[in-house]
């Protein structure tokens, strides 16, 4: 990703990244294992990253109740790539059944989040602004990735610290 790539073709790319690492935990010839971790991380970067670069901008412009919801469904796919994460044996039925509703869990979020934010974002940014939310954007994300964002302990420091009290 270079800085000047445009916030919504980064957020695009990582969603078809996410769908191709799914494909490959389906996979018995893949390297079912490195795709969950590569998927992991991924994703918490991807979330951490809108979340710190792209929402506080979108709020002044979208429902917050939109935002929010985008918001609970990345929180609802953390908790479910949790229970994947842990599921001890690869090619389990616990395994494939973790696996089904993570894909579920991440079709939903980039399905709400390309459906409303997205969009949004296409329609009342320029495209400079567009090129400076990427920049922040896959800042934060590069730094996430290589602090290893995904990693079980800090996955469930997540899920526990979302936890309603």
């Keep these: 990703m270079t800085p000047t790539q445009d916030v919504v073709e980064i957020i695009l790319e990582d969603h078809r990244t996410m769908e191709d690492l799914l494909r490959l935990m389906r996979s018995t010839e893949a390297d079912r294992q490195g795709a969950l ?4 991380h991924l994703m918490i970067a991807h979330g951490e990253a809108g979340r710190a670069s792209v929402h506080p901008v979108l709020v002044s412009f ?5 935002v929010e919801h985008v918001e609970a469904a990345h929180r609802e796919a953390v908790k479910v790539l ?3 994460l842990q599921v001890e044996r690869i090619g389990s039925a616990e395994w494939d059944w973790r696996l089904q509703q993570l894909a579920s869990a991440t079709a939903r979020h980039t399905d709400a989040e390309e459906r409303t934010l997205v969009n949004r974002v296409r329609e009342s940014l320029s495209p ?3 090129e400076e939310l990427g920049a922040g954007f896959a800042r934060t994300e590069a730094e996430l990735l290589t602090a290893r964002c995904g990693s079980v302990a800090n996955v469930h420091r997540m899920v526990h610290d979302a936890a309603p009290v």
Aim: aromatic content about 14%; proline content about 0%; some cysteine.
């Design 37 to 40: 971790h590569d998927f992991a």
């Design 62 to 66: 979208e429902d917050a109740d939109t």
């Design 82 to 84: 949790f229970a994947l």
């Design 128 to 130: 400079r602004c567009r």
